[in-house]
Antibody, heavy 123, light 107 residues
């Protein structure tokens, strides 16, 4: 059974850092494209970052480029989002999600999602 | 960046009624459009991919149509568990983008 479980959220000060983790089970993170999507309180979905299944190439939303880094650990079967220089408007629930098809056929459509991890940036 | 505009923002319907949700793209996305359902406190759930393909285990009352810039998600007969917020998402170009959502609420 495919499962995704985020952790690492919490309260951070503006300018601070947090690292989100996403523990995957039931599949290998190195064979599927993976993504982070966030949702500010009471708002809609906003795509944040993605990593390709083959080669590990990455993509970022303009709003986080240069501040956030997506990565994965194939041995631990984990996805990460390192968030630096946090801003108040980064406050959101962060979801990790898995691509629908694996093995290099990245569709950028996501069929399994974690339950989310709340990040609050406030002084 | 491709903008996705969903309408209406809110749809007030009763169980058994037909729901028609719209998603309009600022430029053509071919059929590279997905629909997700989200209930309060839950993660999104993939409903439709590539404009008209139902995701695994999605009931046949959900259908998607459209191509280019205009897309529709139709729920033929609303069940109580269908009342939720629905988002469209394009995958043609970076950045991936979502629409603002349509809330289907009880009338």
């Amino acid at each position: 059974e495919v499962q995704l479980l985020e952790s690492g959220g919490g309260l951070a000060q503006p300018g601070g850092s947090l690292r989100l983790s996403c523990a995957a089970s039931g599949f290998s993170v190195n064979t599927y494209a993976m993504t982070w999507v966030r949702q500010a309180p009471g708002k809609g979905l906003e795509w944040v970052s993605a990593i390709r299944s083959s080669g590990g190439g990455t993509e970022y939303a303009d709003s986080v480029t240069g501040r956030f880094t997506i990565s994965r650990d194939n041995v631990k079967n984990m996805l990460y989002l390192q968030m630096n220089s946090l801003r108040v408007d980064d406050t959101a629930v962060y979801y990790c999600a898995k691509d629908r098809i694996g093995s290099g056929h990245d569709t950028w459509t996501f069929d399994y999602w974690g339950q989310g991890s709340l990040v609050t940036v406030s002084s | 960046e491709i903008m996705l505009t969903q309408s209406p923002a809110t749809l007030s319907l009763s169980p058994g009624e037909r729901a028609t949700l719209s998603c309009r793209a600022s430029q053509s996305v071919n059929t590279y459009l997905a629909w997700y359902q989200q209930k309060p406190g839950q993660a999104p759930r993939l409903i439709i991919h590539d404009a008209f393909n139902r995701a695994t285990a999605i009931p046949a009352r959900f259908s998607g149509s459209g191509s280019g810039t205009d897309f529709t998600l139709t729920i033929s007969s609303l069940e109580p568990e269908d009342f939720a917020v629905y988002y469209c998402q394009q995958r043609l170009t970076w950045p991936l983008t979502f629409g603002g959502g349509t809330k289907v609420e009880f009338k």
